[in-house]
């Protein structure tokens, strides 16, 4: 989960100002989170108290007004009865990444992944990015190497892996929708050689880059069994201490 934050932070600032490289500052001075990490810890404090997802995502969310989200979520964040909007956005898929740390089985992983997007994103891409990225997560942390965890996710969702991040890089452009965000982040991930590489390829695609890079870092995080110490350490500078207390509950628990 730490790694799905730090790479929404780094990401956070090519998303209006995208690249087509890997080498810049990973902590940017103008780096900050964004609605990915703000929902993010609402799934995992959702997780840590039993509460509704929908109840967390709500009051967490309007707690940080100005993270950045979406239109429609932001209508649905202040609606006086929020109902799920048929979005096939990558918002499903960007918060999820707590769901593949704290469950046990595959079939719980994609049971929780689905509640966690179904209360915005019930559109089924939506839910498919949510699951997909929940159980790319699961099997990393759980020992499957990446040959695994790909053959899975194309078995069980149809993305397209056979592409590489050189090959996807000229003529990928900002993509909000699950379907155009999902598997590129996973080949970020596929295709690199540390976590601090994965994060650095999901930028370089020159999209959504926070939210490629939050996806590309949970699964990252749980592969290379956490962040570098140094990265952990700038995200806690950066969030605010309500937010970290909230992270680090959540890796002191669930941390394998």
């Not at 997802?53 to 100005?66: D, E, N, T, V």
Request: hydrophobic fraction near 40%; proline fraction near 4%; aromatic fraction near 10%.
């Amino acid at each position: 989960m730490l790694g799905a934050i730090a790479g929404d932070i780094i990401g956070s600032v090519y998303e209006q100002h995208s690249i087509k490289s890997k080498t810049f500052p990973l902590f940017d001075p103008r780096c900050t989170f964004t609605d990915d990490t703000v929902l993010t810890v609402a799934v995992a404090e959702a997780i840590l108290t039993g509460q509704s997802y929908l109840a967390c995502c709500r009051r967490i969310g309007r707690s940080y007004p100005h993270a950045g989200y979406g239109g429609s979520f932001f209508h649905w964040l202040h609606a006086e009865a929020p109902r799920p909007y048929n979005s096939w956005g990558n918002g499903a898929a960007m918060r999820v990444s707590p769901v593949g740390f704290a469950f046990a089985t595959e079939e719980e992983v994609l049971l929780q992944a689905r509640r966690t997007a179904e209360i915005t994103h019930n559109h089924p891409e939506g839910i498919k990015g949510a699951q997909a990225t929940a159980l790319a997560v699961f099997m990393a942390r759980t020992g499957h190497d990446k040959a695994a965890i790909k053959s899975c996710l194309v078995e069980n969702f149809g993305y397209d892996l056979d592409r590489s991040i050189d090959g996807i890089r000229p003529g990928y452009s900002f993509d909000i929708s699950c379907q155009g965000t999902v598997p590129e982040a996973i080949i970020a991930f596929l295709d690199a050689s540390t976590y601090e590489d994965a994060v650095r390829n999901a930028v370089s695609l020159g999209g959504d880059s926070d939210t490629l890079a939050c996806i590309a870092g949970g699964i990252a995080d749980a592969y290379y069994g956490g962040v570098p110490e140094e990265i952990a350490d700038k995200v806690k500078e950066l969030l605010t201490p309500d937010l970290w207390k909230v992270v680090r509950t959540f890796g002191e628990k669930y941390r394998v």
